[in-house]
């Protein structure tokens, strides 16, 4: 299995720029967590999905930023425009609802991360 | 609210000796599930256990185990006989839900403790 794949690795841009971040979630899982991880706030949950259908997305910071997933097998995360206080690791994260003895585990297993520079 | 508190910023413990990461959590939820996640240096977030708060058995996975006392809302990490490549930060997580209801699986994660492996 290949893992949950994100892309770009990396991204310098430019204030007022639009940024895409993709994620490719593994095969089968049905929820797709996206996060952002600072030095200030740590590691934030912004939005999650289940069967391609968005539950919660309390966590988006404000309008520029937008995210879809138009299948099981591509999320995107959005920011238009950036702003330099944008800039940190962006985590795409998917699981599947696997049942155990007393309920469901629900393991959460992370991409590779995106680091977002906007200058 | 949920809350997830992880009190030791860094760690530092002599390699084959045990050590313990704390973590306490506050829920109101009587479903939820916690977590321990490893980030080395290279950044990706790597799995490592999960406890259910129905089970009443602490979870093991190799080296690691969750020393897990649902009345005091605790759910430290044990990594008994320490190696160099233990050295990273490592987060507790807890995830709400599911209900018997079904629903979601919003998760929050911990500042982290950072530790660091002595030769």
């Known amino acids: ?119 | 609210a949920q809350k997830i508190t992880q009190t030791q910023p860094g760690m530092f413990v002599q390699e084959k000796e045990a050590v313990t990461l704390d973590c306490t959590y506050d829920t109101s939820d009587p479903s939820y599930g916690l977590f321990w996640y490893k980030q080395p240096s290279s950044g990706e977030m790597i799995f490592l256990i999960y406890q259910g708060s129905y089970d009443q058995q602490n979870a093991t996975e190799g080296r690691y185990s969750l020393n897990f006392q649902k009345a005091r809302k605790s759910a430290n990490l044990v990594i008994s006989a320490s190696q160099l490549g233990d050295s990273a930060m490592y987060f507790c997580a807890m995830r709400e839900g599911p209900t018997i209801r079904g629903g979601g699986f919003k998760t929050i994660f911990g500042a982290g403790t950072r530790l660091f492996v002595k030769a």
């Open chain 1, 1 to 119: 299995d290949a893992g949950v794949i994100q892309s770009p690795r990396h991204e310098v841009t430019e204030m007022g720029q639009e940024v895409t971040l993709r994620c490719k979630p593994i095969s089968g899982h049905d929820y797709l967590f996206w996060y952002r991880q600072t030095m200030m706030r740590g590691l934030e949950l912004l939005i999650y999905f289940n069967n391609n259908v968005p539950i919660d997305d309390s966590g988006m910071p404000e309008d520029r930023f937008s995210a879809k997933m138009p299948n099981a097998s591509f999320s995107t995360l959005k920011i238009q425009p950036s702003e330099p206080r944008d800039s940190a690791v962006y985590f795409c994260a998917s699981s599947f609802s696997e049942p155990d003895r007393f309920g469901v585990k629900n393991i959460q297993y992370f991409g590779a991360g995106t680091r977002l520079s906007v200058l």
